[in-house]
Structure formats: C-alpha cells, structure tokens
C-alpha cells in the first residue's frame, strides 16, 4: 500500500515562502510516476495547484504559476512545492497525490485521476 506524507506546512506572513515536501513510501510508491499538489480552502472546493510528470514537466494553475514551482528527488522519493511570494489566498490545506499508472492524464486538475492522497498540511498565510 502506498503512502504520502506531506510536510513543511505552517503560518507565514505575506509574501513569504515555504517549502512542501510529500514523501512517498510502501509498495509501488514511486515519486516518478504523476505526482500531484491540491489544496482545499475553507468552504471551497479543492483545486489542483501544480503536477509533474515522468519526465520532471510541469503544469500549474494559472493562479500560482510563477510563484510555485513544483519538483521532486527520485533518490528520496519526494516531491516538493517551493511556494513563494505567498497570498492569504493561498491558505488552505494542501494535498499530495499519485497517479497509479505512472502518466500523467488531462485535465489533470481531475481529482479522480489520482489513486492515492496524503493526510494534508496546513498552510495559513496573513496579511
């Protein structure tokens, strides 16, 4: 069974920075595979952020592009969202998930496209 554990949540003031981490682990955890960043703010749906694929290429939604950059270390089965020059709106609950098959699919904003999720990490950021 596959398990993510994100990490690297917290408080920041605007415009600051933080660093997520998901590790991946179990058997068929593979960070190569689709790997994906969603966040959940209060009382809103929960939106894809950023995905890489086999390859290491990014997507990202236009609201973080920029800002966000999305990568992983295969040595470590990990794969990171360095978020910067952070908004209040981007406090939410952040999410990992794979992609079982490996490929990425399209849209890949598609929740259901990925097989397994982590527990979440907070992420707050004031004004």
């Known amino acids: 069974q596959v398990q993510l554990v994100e990490s690297g949540g917290g408080s920041v003031q605007s415009e600051g920075s933080l660093r997520l981490s998901c590790a991946a682990s179990?058997?068929?955890?593979?960070?190569?595979?689709?790997m994906a960043w969603f966040r959940q703010a209060p009382g809103k749906e929960r939106e894809g952020v950023a995905r890489?694929?086999?390859?290491?290429?990014?997507r990202y939604t236009d609201s973080v592009e920029g800002r966000f950059t999305i990568s992983r270390d295969k040595a470590k089965n990990t794969v990171y969202l360095q978020m910067n020059s952070l908004k209040p709106e981007d406090t939410a609950t952040y999410y990992c998930a794979m992609r079982e098959n490996g490929y990425c699919s399209e849209p890949w904003t598609t929740e259901t496209s990925y097989t397994y999720w982590g527990q979440g990490t907070q992420v707050t950021v004031s004004s």
């Open positions: 890489i694929d086999r390859s290491g290429f990014p």
């Open positions: 179990g058997y068929g955890a593979n960070s190569n595979y689709c």
